[in-house]
């Protein structure tokens, strides 16, 4: 492989892995808002994203008349799935979550995180089964004509170097900043955003001050839930999922939430973002198949040098 070659194949994996990461980030953002806010483990919340991802493969089946409306049913689905999931979150939340949150818990010995975990993982196992009882295991995906179509950018070295980008994963990139720059507004500027803030960092401080943290909580589970279900549906578009695709993602949602900072909403995308680039800039040096090891090999790394995560604080949250 001569030097252009090796130039373009870095700036291919370099931008790939920037779009990729920033899907990931966005995931990443949902579950970071719950363990943020709320400090719940949940194990459910990427078998939550694939509900999602089959509500928006049945919606966009139903109502688009050929391929090429697709895409544009897809961004409705986005819309449709961010609202309905949000409200189902929240009863989620009312019914099951704050049985083993909140002030409920607080004074058990390791503050709820042991129901926590039964419960979540329980939840995880019934969507998953549910949903091999209804969809079957055979993948599924949302095809769209921009999932096969790339922008094409060069030569940007002499008549060598091109880069493609590939036009579906790249309006999923741009979706994910922005519903990430929305988010962290919500969280910074508005009176809503700073009582979950203040439910987060001192929830019985908070109840003095006249804020109703179990409201706060309600509020993070379904905003947390909604937003990794928008990741999951733009994910959709350019990969197959299956009633078992939540597991391989829950896995990058924890690594990029301890990754960006233990309780740091906004760490949580750079963690995700930074995920993304080392899996697909890995292939640089490494098969493909050895991915999963080079990410958690770059984790340990990081973690042993700064245990706080790269965004994490010691007592601040969110």
């Not at 741009?174 to 803030?197: D, E, K, P, Y």
């Amino acid at each position: 492989m001569n030097f252009a070659s090796t130039v373009e194949t870095f700036l291919q994996l370099l931008s790939s892995g920037l779009i990729i990461g920033a899907n990931y980030g966005l995931m990443c953002l949902g579950l970071g808002l719950i363990f943020g806010v709320m400090r719940v483990i949940n194990f459910a919340q990427g078998d939550l994203m694939v509900l999602g991802m089959y509500f928006a493969f049945i919606f966009v089946g139903w109502v688009a008349s050929d391929q090429t409306t697709t895409f544009l049913w897809t961004m409705v689905a986005v819309g449709l799935a961010g609202g309905l999931f949000y409200v189902f979150g929240n009863v989620l939340h009312r019914v099951l979550i704050s049985r083993v949150t909140g002030m409920r818990v607080a004074a058990l010995e390791d503050a709820g995180h042991s129901p926590q975990l039964i419960l979540t993982l329980g939840l995880s196992l019934v969507i998953q089964n549910a949903a091999l009882m209804l969809f079957g295991s055979t993948p599924s995906s949302i095809p769209t004509p921009l999932s096969s179509k790339a922008w094409k950018f060069g030569p940007l070295w002499g008549d060598q170097v091109y880069l493609f980008i590939n036009q579906a994963r790249t309006w999923s990139a741009i979706l994910a900043v922005v519903a990430a720059a929305i988010l962290a507004n919500f969280l910074r500027h508005t009176s809503l955003g700073r009582q979950m803030r203040a439910a987060a960092n001192n929830p019985v401080a908070s109840t003095y001050v006249g804020v109703d943290v179990n409201r706060s909580h309600r509020i993070a589970f379904g905003l947390g839930v909604a937003i990794t279900t928008i990741a999951g549906v733009m994910m959709a578009t350019y990969q197959p999922f299956q009633p078992y695709t939540g597991q391989d993602f829950i896995v990058i949602m924890y690594a990029g939430v301890v990754l960006g900072g233990m309780g740091s909403v906004g760490g949580t995308f750079w963690g995700g973002l930074i995920i993304g680039l080392v899996q697909q800039l890995s292939t640089l040096v490494m098969p493909m198949q050895l991915q999963s090891t080079v990410i958690f090999a770059v984790f340990l790394a990081i973690l042993l040098f700064m245990p706080q995560g790269l965004f994490g604080r010691n007592v601040e949250r969110v």
